[in-house]
C-alpha cells in the first residue's frame, strides 16, 4: 500500500495568514493525489483533485501543487471556518488516506 | 443535486451483523462506482471497497475481505454494506462516498453512520 505521511500534524494558525500543509507519498502517484477537509462530525468535502485541480464551490483561498511524491495544499489567508482536518488521499493505486493535518487556532 | 443519505447510529453486540444503507438520489446510479470508507473516532480514513452500480461488481482492500460485503439495489438507487462477526474493532464510523468516474477519489459523501459493537 502506499502510505501517506502528513505534516505537520497540527498547525497553530492566525486568521489572515499563509499556510502551507505537507503531503509525501511512500511512492510516486504522479498527481493521483487529492485534498480533503473534514470538520468535527461531518463527512469530508473534497477541496482539491488531481493535486491542483480546483473544485467547484471550493473558495480560491485554497490551492495544491505537486507531483511524483511531494504535495502541498496551501490556504492563502486562513479563515476562522477553515479550522478543520485536512486528508490527502491517492488515488494512483487502491486508495489511502494521510493522517491528517489539523488546523487550530493560535 | 446529488444526495447520499445513510441510515442511522447502530449498537450491535460482538458477534453479530449489521447492514448499513446508502440511498442515493439526483444523479444517475448506474454510472459510478460508490465506495465505503471506515473511520474510527480520532482515527485515520480507511478504504473497505466499491461496487459498481450497472452490474454490481465489487473491489475490496484486503484488509476487509470476509467483514464487509456490498451490493446495490439499482431499482432504488440504494448500496448496502454487510459487516459480519463484529466485534469492538469494528466501532466506527462508516462513510459512502461516490468515486468520481475511472479514477479514485471522492466527490460526494454520505453524513456518515455510527456503529458501535457492545455487548
Known amino acids: 500500500d502506499v502510505v501517506l505521511t502528513q505534516s505537520p500534524a497540527t498547525l497553530s494558525v492566525t486568521p489572515g495568514e499563509r499556510i502551507s500543509l505537507s503531503c509525501r507519498a511512500s511512492?510516486?502517484?504522479?498527481?493521483?493525489l487529492h485534498w480533503y477537509q473534514q470538520k468535527p462530525n461531518e463527512s469530508p468535502r473534497l477541496l482539491i483533485k488531481?493535486?491542483?485541480q480546483s473544485i467547484s464551490g471550493i473558495p480560491s483561498r485554497f490551492s495544491g501543487s505537486g507531483s511524483g511524491t511531494d504535495f502541498t495544499l496551501s490556504i492563502n489567508g486562513v479563515e476562522l471556518e477553515d479550522l478543520s482536518i485536512y486528508y490527502c488521499?491517492?488515488?494512483?493505486?487502491?486508495?489511502?488516506f494521510g493522517a491528517g493535518t489539523k488546523l487550530e487556532l493560535k | 443535486e446529488v444526495q447520499l443519505q445513510q441510515s442511522g447510529a447502530e449498537l450491535v453486540k460482538p458477534g453479530a451483523s449489521v447492514k448499513l444503507s446508502c440511498k442515493t438520489s439526483?444523479?444517475?446510479?448506474?454510472?459510478?462506482?460508490m465506495s465505503w470508507l471506515k473511520q474510527m473516532p480520532g482515527q485515520n480514513i480507511e478504504w473497505i471497497g466499491n461496487?459498481?452500480?450497472?452490474?454490481?461488481?465489487?473491489g475490496y482492500n484486503q484488509k476487509f475481505k470476509g467483514k464487509a460485503t456490498l451490493t446495490v439495489d439499482k431499482s432504488s438507487s440504494t448500496a448496502y454494506m454487510d459487516l459480519s462477526s463484529l466485534t469492538s474493532e469494528d466501532s466506527a464510523v462508516y462513510f459512502c462516498?461516490?468515486?468520481?468516474?475511472?479514477?479514485?477519489?471522492?466527490?460526494?459523501w454520505g453524513q456518515g453512520v455510527m456503529v458501535t459493537v457492545s455487548s
Open positions: 462516498a461516490r468515486r468520481a468516474g475511472r479514477t479514485y477519489y471522492f466527490d460526494y
Open positions: 439526483g444523479y444517475t446510479f448506474s454510472n459510478y462506482y
Open positions: 461496487i459498481y452500480g450497472g452490474n454490481g461488481g465489487t
Open positions: 511512492e510516486s502517484v504522479d498527481t493521483y
Open positions: 488531481y493535486a491542483s
Open positions: 488521499q491517492q488515488g494512483n493505486s487502491l486508495p489511502t
